[in-house]
């Protein structure tokens, strides 16, 4: 069980066991009917103190009369439709409640409820029943984990990629090994292996950065030391890293648009995030064409934006784009030495810097990545800038 899970079922055991001496301190001895907030009347009436603990609960609570009729209901539970009117409308929860009511034992549960609104996804509960007082009134406490699940899955799917990830380079590196060792004797054939060896050892630590850079900033925490940080020097540092695989390719990288402007956060990580978009727009570019970097103000932000000729991305592919891991056209990718981690940190990068990341891209005309920034002082002005934006091959 999980730590959320044994917390919850804590709680749930902890307002059970004082709604129970509310119950009885209040010595229930005959039902009374209630008027509910639609007028209609139902169930028993709710000891003094009860209500008050109900209304303090994160979760959805239940309290049900020996008809099934609903006596209290919290806001959530009505929010997430398991309660209308008088009436609870999990099936799954209300055959609980009458086995809870005809024996006198706890029971907890997982439910799956769907979506009371259109398009809503199925809600995941965690729920706890127990019985309340002399009289067949029963308790039903019901946590949402829908998003612990989510996180849960991210978190496996997550361990499954790196690890396949990492199996890929190590396996290819010990075969390599184990030919040269068998063609010792062949001088030719060990330097074309040893050669295919630093290529996956390459791959491998770049993994492995990726990693170390994603795990840094996927947190959410504030930037330890932001200071001033020049967009023309940053863009400068990200092309002069790519300029290699750019000219082996014959892309022209041309950098333009509105030069001087700044923002506030960590130079670092922002040529990261240009170095990752710009690696991408090259790989994914054929030969001879260009990869445009160009910069603007834009009101109390700065827009920095890559734009390419490349094969473009499918419309089906777009809201995935920016997961870990996820690749359009894997065989290509992993042929090209991507790691499918660098747009996931790009769109941490662009968070941590309190901006957002966008993507244009039709299939045949290319992709533009825009990284929306807050600008430093709060407004795009542009100043002397350090080093010009220049044009590199």
Known sequence: MSEMAMSFAALAGFVVGALAVLFYRN?????????????????SALPQGVAS?????????VVLDAHDKVLRASS???????????????AELLALARQVRRDGEIRESEIDVAGHKFGQETTNFAVRVAPLGSHGQVLVLAEDQTERRRVEAVRRDFVANVSH??????????????????AADDPEAVGRFAGRMQLEAARLNYLIQDLITLSR???AEPIPTPGQV???????????????????????????????????GDDELLVTAL???????????????RVVVSVRPAGDSVEISVSDQGIGIP?????????????????RSRATGGTGLGLAIVKHVAAAHAGEVSVWSKEGSGSTFTLRLPAFGGTAVAVPPSIPLETAQ
């Not at 010595?27 to 639609?38: C, L, S, T």
């Not at 959530?76 to 999990?90: C, N, Q, S």
């Not at 089906?316 to 894997?330: G, K, N, Q, S």
């Open 76 to 90: 959530a539970a009505r929010a997430f439709g398991l309660v209308k009117g008088d009436r609870l409308m999990a």
């Open 217 to 219: 900033i996927q947190g």
């Open 275 to 289: 170095r990752n978009l710009i690696d991408n727009a090259v790989a994914y570019s054929p030969e001879h064409t």
């Open 53 to 61: 603990v109900l209304a303090v609960l994160p979760s959805s609570a």
């Open 27 to 43: 010595q229930i001895e005959a039902p009374k009917r209630v008027v509910m907030e639609d007028g209609t009347q139902t169930g």
């Open 315 to 331: 419309e089906e592919a777009l809201e995935r784009i920016f997961e870990r891991f996820f690749r359009v056209d894997a065989a």
């Open 165 to 182: 990830e990492l199996k890929t380079p190590v396996g290819a590196m010990s075969l390599l090994a184990e030919t040269i060792q068998d």
């Open 230 to 264: 020049s967009i023309d020097e940053s863009i400068h540092d990200a092309i002069d890293h790519c300029n290699t695989k750019a000219v082996a390719k014959d892309i022209t990288l041309v950098s333009g648009g509105t030069e001087g402007l700044r923002i506030w």
